[in-house]
């Protein structure tokens, strides 16, 4: 019962409790129930009919009403809409079947009906197509029930319109198959698009080509998240024009790596033009607002192969292969991916790949070389720390083999820690058991830690664990460190050598030799490095050369700074070397101890470097 019908009914009964039952009386008060009830009952219907009739009009599904015959009583808005009907007038009447789209939507309509006497209360649903103004038609899903009224049922019939979930389904499929960024093909739909490329079994050939832009970070952190989106919207679109009318499916697969396939028959030659036309349209400058003009660089991979025989899994890699050796090259370059040469690029990557299990398995050792005083080498300056893999095949590996491989790892910052801490490790025992009159350890950092943006953290924290002061570390680098945009080690050399620590620059002449006035260097010394060097190493060196060095030499005294060599490989090249005043050298006709127990030989023949 209603909640007001409930409350009336509590009302008269408590009245009747208090009233005689009989006479003109109690007839009269039964007659006023009787009344009130009727008006009651007749409100409650009312309030729901305008319940219904609200509802109906405002139903977003398409409604229309019938009566048990099939014909049209009434359609609401939603329906109209749907069929683009200005009035439910040009409706009614009509039999139901008559809004079918073909025939056998009309006898959908038509069995629906029928039906509708054996569905036993359940729903007709189907799939039908109805038509609207101007010969449209449109896919609907059909649901028909009935409306129960005084001696008949009266069926409904609600139509949802398929078109929309349709669009809306398209809309999704288009969303995770593209990049919301650049409106691209994602990774997913290029890699399934790849995968039908290479598995028709038509005889053709296939090109694919993976670009990196290169330094997208400094855009990225530098000019902020908004812009660096338009950038890559300025890459997409370059290379669409680039590889226009060539039937390339271009995509972004992540981050700031783009990938092009080119199928038919692309030669050698084609796909190299379009590569270098590629890289020539990304510098030009994509405006990114306020007058900023943002021009970038990519490094590509590329891969031909035959089909059929090529998979889409081995494609890929060596697209992504040939892109490392690309990037490894500098900016702005290209590489073709050579099959024998990517034999050995893939074992470069296991090794790479085995690093981190080098550390832990105890196979990382430091070696260390001493640095003399030239000519004779009897006199000892300090000893060069380096790291060495004694690797279970390959046997023992040198720095410069295994730091370019720990750069594509991550492990960078992580070899040069495990040096330092080494190193000083081994400094601290020898001022134990020698005293302070040791020669320094001397390290070279690889690149990435120099410029890590908490060397002066490191440096100071590996210090204090082994209780020694910052004058009793001598650290190296080079002018690409210094000029490294990946951090600032100017500013960390500075700070360091603020506190005492030593630092020597390796220079390959005399435009190297240049920065440390130019940029405050605080080197007391500087070592020559390469072909300054090698060339020197003969029986009759140039006067070319010698001039070179005399000049370089001259220079450094100018400057108040001490010069050295590496890669001093003889005594005659020793000899040499002094003549022109290089005072220090290190190289191979001096002894590598493998380990610092062995290294204890050249205790006590130090000499200050400073």
């Known amino acids: 019962m209603a909640p007001d019908l409930l409350e009336f009914a509590r009302r008269w009964a408590a009245t009747l409790r208090g009233v005689d039952a009989g006479g003109a009386e109690l007839e009269t008060m039964v007659v006023r129930l009787a009344r009130e009830l009727r008006r009651t009952g007749e409100s409650a219907v009312r309030h729901a009919d305008e319940r219904f009739a609200a509802f109906y009009r405002t139903c977003p599904t398409a409604v229309v009403l019938t009566d048990p015959t099939g014909a049209i009583a009434a359609a609401n808005p939603s329906f109209l809409r749907l069929v683009g009907l200005p009035d439910e007038k040009v409706l009614i009447g009509d039999h139901i079947s008559g809004i079918g789209a073909a025939e056998g939507d009309r006898t959908a309509l038509r069995e629906a009906l029928d039906d509708l006497g054996d569905a036993a209360g359940n729903p007709v649903l189907d799939d039908i197509e109805i038509g609207g103004a101007d010969d449209t038609t449109r896919r609907v899903r059909m649901s028909v029930t009935t409306l129960p009224d005084e ?11 398929m078109h929309e979930l349709r669009l809306l389904q398209e809309t999704f499929e288009y969303q995770s198959l593209h990049d919301s960024v650049t409106g691209l093909p994602n990774a997913a739909h290029f890699r399934s698009k790849l995968e039908a490329m290479t598995g028709t079994g ?3 050939r296939i090109a694919l080509l993976h670009l990196d832009i290169d330094g997208f970070k400094v855009v990225s952190d530098g000019l902020g998240i908004v812009v660096a989106q338009r950038v890559l919207r300025g890459v997409a679109g370059a290379l669409r024009l680039v590889f226009a009318g060539h039937g390339a499916f271009i995509a972004r697969l992540y981050g700031d790596v783009f990938a092009v396939a080119l199928r038919g028959d692309p030669t050698s030659t084609t796909v190299v033009e379009l590569t270098e036309r590629a890289i020539a349209e990304l510098a030009k400058p994509v405006q990114v607002g306020g007058g900023i ?13 035959d089909l059929p025989g090529a998979a889409r899994t081995d494609m890929m890699r060596s697209a992504e292969m040939a892109l490392h050796r690309a990037k490894e090259l500098g900016k702005a370059q290209w590489v073709l991916f050579d099959p024998a040469a990517g034999k050995a690029f893939r074992e470069r990557y296991r090794l790479a790949a085995a690093i981190a299990g080098a550390m832990e398995n105890g196979e990382m050792t430091v070696a260390y ?7 004779d080498g009897q006199v000892v300056t300090s000893l ?3 790291l060495r893999w004694d690797h ?3 046997g023992r590996l040198k720095s410069d083999v295994f730091y370019p491989l720990a750069e594509t790892t991550g492990l960078t910052v992580a070899l040069g820690r495990y040096l330092l801490a080494e190193a000083l490790r081994t400094t601290a025992d020898w001022r134990t058991r ?14 990435r830690m120099a410029v890590d943006g908490d060397l002066v953290g490191i440096v100071l924290a590996e210090l204090a664990r082994n209780d020694l002061d910052p004058r009793d570390l001598m650290l190296c680098t080079d002018s690409p460190s210094l000029l490294d945009e990946r951090g600032d080690l100017i500013e960390s050399i500075g700070h360091l050598a603020g506190l005492g620590v030593l630092f020597i620059l390796n220079i390959t002449g005399l435009t190297d030799l240049e920065l440390l006035p130019a940029l405050g260097v605080p080197a007391p010394a500087v070592m020559l490095i390469g072909a300054i060097v090698d060339v020197l190493d003969t029986d009759d060196p140039p006067e070319w050369a010698k001039r070179n060095v005399r000049q370089l030499v001259e220079r450094a005294e100018e400057l108040g700074v001490k010069v050295g060599a590496y890669g001093v490989d003889s005594q005659q090249h020793a000899e040499v070397l002094f003549g022109l005043g290089v ?23 130090s000499y200050p470097m400073g």
């Open 151 to 161: 001696g008949a049922a009266h069926p409904i019939f609600m139509f949802e319109d």
């Open 202 to 204: 038509t005889v053709e």
């Open 293 to 305: 003009g943002v021009g970038v660089s990519a490094s590509v991979g590329i891969v031909l192969a």
């Open 369 to 375: 070389q001493p640095h003399v005083v030239l000519p």
């Open 384 to 386: 060069n720390a380096a």
């Open 392 to 394: 279970p095949e390959l």
């Open 434 to 447: 020698f005293g302070p009159d040791i020669p320094m350890v001397c390290l070279t950092l690889p690149q």
């Open 583 to 605: 005072v220090v050298g290190t190289g191979p006709y001096l002894p590598e101890h493998v380990t610092r127990e062995e290294a204890e030989v050249w205790i006590g023949r």
